[in-house]
């Protein structure tokens, strides 16, 4: 079973940013980041593209293109290798096991609701959380936060997209942004998200001439962009993680194995959470690994905590509410779907090398 590296992930290009302004003093940093840093850049572009995993990347780019020319080093995504987990790694540059932030659909007990984590509802019900999820129980300071907090004279800032109060409708507004604040005057940082290639890789498959369509505009505003880059600028690119194509297992169907839980299964679909009833573990076992045992490992909390899979380091004070006695790990090519509904053609939070390698890309003039 393939496990995210820590010392080598998304988490650690945060870290490498953090200690080049001082904000951060471990040694689990990139080298050849630190490397590129150490330049002494006034204008540092950090761009996280959804979904952009190094499987995509070469089934739709040729050597030749911008983003694969400055390909400088393969690293992993979190575990869950989905954008929940894997985002708020990097925004706090610590792991899910300190973050708490686990995927789609998490357990909030005092309000006994699966909450869709973004939109701060219950995934089943639809039913709004009577507080916010996020900045009640997951604050915490933010990449450019820190670096504000550090360096006074270093205007550090996120964009994200456009269904953030603040956030760019287009990709072309994200790059005619980060434009504009090279050319001030003062030291910038800006962490920039954007949500394609995920979202059509959702809705297409990763191999998809549509996905490729999208990955090969990307590459090709992101080359423009660069080359009118000043050069007293660098360009970060990653991803959040990789998706793979996949065929849905309806587990709403399978009543016999619904039977023997507390509450409906959450966190997502190719890292699910069961929780049982005390009397149920061996049916629950036995039903699950029947069906499903070729495509899933099946850990129990436990074992999950002791492989290391959510990371090192100080534990969320609230993690283990999140979790059920289970959790059912994608290894191969499918993903539960927890209700009925059009099921998306590729996806992600598993551990497969699709989902888990994801590009550090590094460019400047």
């Not at 150490?38 to 983003?67: C, E």
């Not at 149920?280 to 899979?309: M, V």
């Not at 004070?317 to 099921?343: C, H, S, V």
Request: glycine share 6%; aromatic share 10%; hydrophobic share 40%.
């Amino acid at each position: 079973m393939r496990k995210p590296d820590y010392r080598r992930s998304i988490m650690n290009v945060s870290r490498s940013i953090l200690k080049h302004y001082g904000a951060y003093e471990g040694d689990d940093t990139i080298p050849v980041l630190d490397q590129a840093l150490k330049q002494g850049f006034n204008h540092v572009i950090f761009m996280l593209l959804d979904g952009l995993g190094t499987n995509v990347l070469k089934i739709h780019l040729p050597k030749t293109a911008f983003l694969r020319q400055h390909y400088r080093q393969t690293i992993t995504s979190v575990f869950p290798s989905t954008t929940v987990a894997a985002t708020n790694a990097v925004l706090a540059a610590e792991p899910p096991v300190t973050t708490g932030y686990l995927g789609w659909v998490q357990y909030f007990k005092e309000e006994d609701k699966q909450i869709v984590v973004f939109l701060n509802e219950d995934y089943y019900t639809g039913e709004k959380a009577t507080v916010p999820f996020r900045q009640t129980y997951h604050a915490y300071p933010s990449l450019a936060a820190r670096i504000r907090r550090q360096q006074h004279d270093v205007v550090a800032n996120e964009i994200f997209h456009g269904s953030i109060e603040g956030g760019s409708k287009t990709f072309d507004e994200h790059l005619a942004r980060l434009d504009a604040r090279m050319k001030a005057h003062e030291k910038t940082m800006t962490y920039v998200y954007w949500t394609d290639p995920d979202m059509t890789e959702h809705t297409h498959g990763i191999h998809h001439e549509q996905t490729g369509n999208v990955i090969r505009e990307l590459d090709r505003k992101t080359a423009l962009f660069a080359e009118n880059m000043p050069d007293d600028a660098l360009l970060i690119v990653i991803a959040d993680h990789g998706l793979i194509d996949v065929i849905a297992e309806p587990l709403y169907e399978n009543q016999a194995l619904l039977d023997c839980l507390i509450r409906p299964p959450s966190i997502e679909a190719r890292a699910t959470t069961f929780f049982v009833k005390s009397d149920c573990h061996e049916p629950f076992q036995r039903l699950f690994n029947k069906r499903y045992k070729h495509h899933f490992k099946l850990l129990t909390k436990g074992e999950l905590y002791q492989l290391g899979l959510l990371g090192d380091g100080k534990m969320h004070p609230r993690l283990d509410e999140y979790l059920g006695e289970y959790i059912a790990i994608a290894t191969k090519n499918r993903m539960f779907m927890l209700q009925p509904g059009k099921p998306f053609l590729a996806h992600h939070a598993g551990l497969t090398k699709g989902e888990l390698q994801v590009p550090l890309i590094i460019y400047h003039r």
